[in-house]
């Protein structure tokens, strides 16, 4: 088909990677590490996959339980990149957290037992069908808050699993602490990811890949493969590891999805894969410097007064 042309034409929006200065053919890749703080074998498996494997950062979920050993880990590696696993469900029943609010500040985003919802098809529509936004913010504001009182500095805010927030309105509301904030947003579903590019803000150019969604069996050919294959343009895979020891086995089914991204991502293998490719791994702190610089906040925030770690 045709580019539209003419005075009425929509000009294309540019590669998210020409926005970040990188030329139209470079390949980039974020690795960012999803559920950092859920519970110690993850917590971990995120430190190692960042310090000794391709990993690039992580999001943080803060009410979990290991949460408070996650954030002592990234005090004492400052230049660890991390951002907010902004958390509104709860998928493990033996293994529950709850919100960062006091519950009676944020009924709507509670099921009738006052507990998180699960992200089960169900779950998810009845959290999106009955939140109210004004307790959606709340509650988001106690995860970013807890962080920045910890004397913590993240670089972007994303979503557990809620892709973009489930609701134009909840992404829109993140976009909006995003810029009170000085921070970026996880945005890759379309047409948000269309439009944020529109507005000079970078976001995933390709295919997002979520780990959960690939085989357990031939995991590490199936990586290679998606390495090679790589496209042009900004790209972002978000993986899930831990070291599956036993504790991790007793509460969480997904146990086996993680380990063998865990294992994947330390591995000699992966990292030569990513030179042989002239693939270039980056993470979110270039990402917030350019929403930064574009987005305008309606009030300015004084939560987060140090700078970011330099690369």
């Known amino acids: 088909m045709e580019e539209a042309s003419g005075p009425g034409a929509v000009t294309p929006a540019p590669q998210s990677s020409e926005l970040l200065g990188h030329p139209p053919d470079a390949r980039l890749l974020i690795v960012n590490c999803d559920d950092f703080g859920m519970y110690p074998a993850i917590n971990a498996a995120v430190i190692e996959s960042i310090e000794e494997g391709i990993a690039s950062s992580c999001s943080l979920m803060v009410p979990c339980p290991a949460a408070p ?14 951002g907010i ?34 992200p089960t098809l169900a779950g998810r529509a009845a959290l999106l069908g009955q939140a109210r ?58 047409p948000a990811r269309q439009r944020m590019r529109h507005r000079g803000l970078p976001v995933t150019d390709n295919d997002f890949l979520d780990s959960f969604s690939l085989a357990i069996e031939g995991k590490a050919a199936r990586y290679v493969q998606m390495l090679r294959d790589l496209p042009a343009g900004l790209n ?17 089914d997904g146990w086996r999805v993680r380990r063998t991204d865990y294992e994947f991502l330390i591995s000699p293998q992966a990292r030569e894969i990513l030179q ?36």
């Open 133 to 190: 936004l004004d307790e959606i913010e709340f509650e988001f504001r106690a995860q970013i808050n807890a962080v920045a009182d910890a004397g913590l500095t993240p670089t972007h805010l994303d979503f557990h699993c809620l892709a973009d927030g489930g609701r134009e309105d909840i992404l829109d509301l993140t976009v909006g602490l995003a810029a009170e904030y000085g921070l970026a947003v996880r945005v890759w579903l379309e």
């Open 236 to 252: 972002e895979w978000a993986v899930h590891p831990s070291v599956g020891n036993q504790d991790s086995q007793a509460v969480d």
């Open 69 to 82: 050993q996650a954030m002592k880990l990234l005090g004492r590696r400052p230049r660890i990149p991390f």
């Open 85 to 118: 696993h902004l958390t509104l469900v709860c998928e493990m029943p033996d293994y529950r957290w709850g919100p960062i609010a006091a519950r009676e500040r944020v009924p709507s985003v509670l099921d009738p037992e006052g507990e998180l919802f699960p």
């Open 276 to 311: 042989q490719e002239d693939i270039f791994v980056i993470d979110y702190r270039t990402i917030q410097r350019v929403w930064g610089m574009t987005l305008t906040p309606e009030k300015p925030a004084t939560t987060f007064i140090r700078p970011a770690p330099g690369p």
